[in-house]
């Protein structure tokens, strides 16, 4: 079965070093990625996605992520933390198909420290 | 540009009392509609999708049920909550009826506290 795994509940960084968000998939066959952000009591708001183009993928707020199918992970990176990236963060994984066939992630909490 | 609605943004009912959350989509037609719930301290379950006027399907068996009475619009309802009814309720819309490459975008969420 297709399942994703975000590696970490909880991760915490000080303000101005890099950030890495770490994200596992399951891999039946090429799927597409997405990387979600939610701030407390907010939706979920697109960071980037990976569609099988390039595999490095620049997102908003700095954000990028590497899709290395040979480890089949696609690690969310950022080179330094804002306070304003404390939220919580959500690996996606979509295998195409029927409209089911999207895997959320179980988040990871990004805590930033002045 | 495309937006999407939902609301209310915050609610608390009683147990026994029946609920209507309603998500609207502008910019966009025909679009694939969802209900996602998160539980406090577990990821997002898909409740419900449609991918047309009427069309539903269910993905977790429950007391909620969802409705689409017009191309752009999607209720979530129930006839009686249950304690277990409490979360945060998101809808979300996407385009194409393969989701392969394409992005699911969200509301901002509906915060549902059953007393």
């Known amino acids: 079965a297709q399942s994703v795994t975000q590696l970490d509940s909880h991760v915490s960084v000080s303000e101005g070093t890099p950030v890495l968000l770490r994200c596992n998939y399951s891999?039946?066959?090429?799927?597409?990625l997405f990387w979600y952000v939610q701030h407390p009591n907010k939706g979920l708001q697109l960071l980037l996605k990976y569609t099988s183009a390039a595999t490095l993928v620049k997102g908003i707020n700095g954000f990028e992520a590497e899709f290395k199918k040979s480890e089949t992970s696609f690690h969310l990176t950022k080179p330094s933390a804002h306070m304003s990236d404390a939220a919580e963060y959500f690996c996606v994984v979509s295998y195409g198909g029927s409209q089911g066939n999207l895997i959320f992630g179980k988040g990871t909490k990004l805590s930033v420290k002045p | 540009s495309q937006t999407i609605h939902q609301w209310p943004a915050t609610l608390v009912q009683p147990v026994g009392s029946p609920l209507s959350l309603e998500c609207t989509v502008e910019g966009t037609s025909n679009p694939n509609l969802y209900w996602y719930r998160q539980a406090a301290g577990r990821g997002l379950q898909l409740l419900f999708y449609s991918v047309g006027i009427g069309q539903i399907s269910s993905e977790v068996p429950q007391n909620l049920s969802a409705s689409r009475p017009q191309d752009r619009q999607f209720i979530l309802s129930s006839k009686k909550l249950l304690l277990s009814d409490s979360g945060f309720y998101l809808c979300?819309?996407?385009?194409?009826?393969?989701?392969?490459?394409?992005?699911?975008?969200f509301g901002e969420g509906s915060w549902l506290t059953v007393v």
């Open positions: 979300a819309w996407s385009t194409g009826r393969n989701l392969m490459g394409n992005t699911i975008y």
């Open positions: 891999s039946s066959y090429s799927p597409s």
